[in-house]
């Protein structure tokens, strides 16, 4: 299929001197513009912010159909990684069963095309990824075969892990034993991961 507002569109057929064979059949057809998906998403540098909360176009309501939303994560540390945790999580479909033809995540944990997770429905095998190196990228998409009237969506908490070397120089996650930023201790959202409270235990003094 050819891009979209494109009037014209050209065939060329090649031979060469080395044997011969029936050719081919070719069909066309003009079809109906496809409708115009929504774009959304960021690109996040940690030489600003070291942790924060994504989520799904107005969560906790449910999300539209053709939307694409792209996060990219990178950090200036070549020792850092990324923290991915899926606090909520409810999309339409099933990995196991039907797939995901209407709404997916992709988690690419590398500068890739090739996403090395999916994810949809909303039961999880797991709830957290570390990346593998310091740049992350996460896509959120629904096609048109979207049925999200009682899909909430989801909501991600990402944190940049330094690399600490011996010694961290922002705060240690007690359980998880991360090295993250001393920023994001007491800001009110869990960024020491899954069963790890440490960042946001009863010491800080929330206004």
């Known amino acids: 299929m050819s891009e979209v507002d ?3 569109m050209k065939v ?4 060469d001197a080395e044997g011969m064979t029936t050719g081919f059949n070719a069909r066309y057809e003009f079809v109906e513009r496809p ?3 929504e774009r959304c998403g960021q690109n996040l540098t940690t030489s600003s912010v070291t942790g924060g909360v994504i989520t799904s176009p107005s969560y906790p309501k449910q999300y539209l159909p053709n939307t694409t939303c792209d996060w990219y994560f990178s950090s200036s540390r070549v020792d850092s990684v990324f923290l991915v945790n899926l606090e909520k999580f409810n999309l339409e479909g099933s990995i196991q ?3 995901c033809p209407g709404a997916s995540l992709r988690i690419y944990m590398e500068h890739s095309t090739q996403a090395e997770v999916e994810l949809c429905g ?3 095998r797991t709830e957290q990824y570390v990346s593998k ?6 896509r959120f998409t629904t096609t048109s ?4 009237s009682s899909y909430s969506g989801f909501k991600i908490v990402w944190t940049e892990i330094m690399g600490d070397r011996g010694h961290c120089a922002g705060f240690q996650c007690k359980e998880n034993s991360y090295c993250i930023s001393s920023k994001l201790k007491c800001d009110g959202v869990l960024n020491c991961g899954k069963n790890d409270q440490s960042d946001e235990t009863s010491y800080c003094e929330y206004k």
Do not use: A, D, E, M
């Open 133 to 138: 190196y310091n740049f992350i990228r996460i």
């Open 122 to 124: 909303n039961t999880l």
């Open 145 to 148: 075969k979207s049925t999200s």
């Open 35 to 37: 409708p115009k998906r």
């Open 97 to 99: 069963n039907h797939g």
């Open 12 to 15: 060329i057929f090649q031979t």
């Open 6 to 8: 494109v009037n014209i």
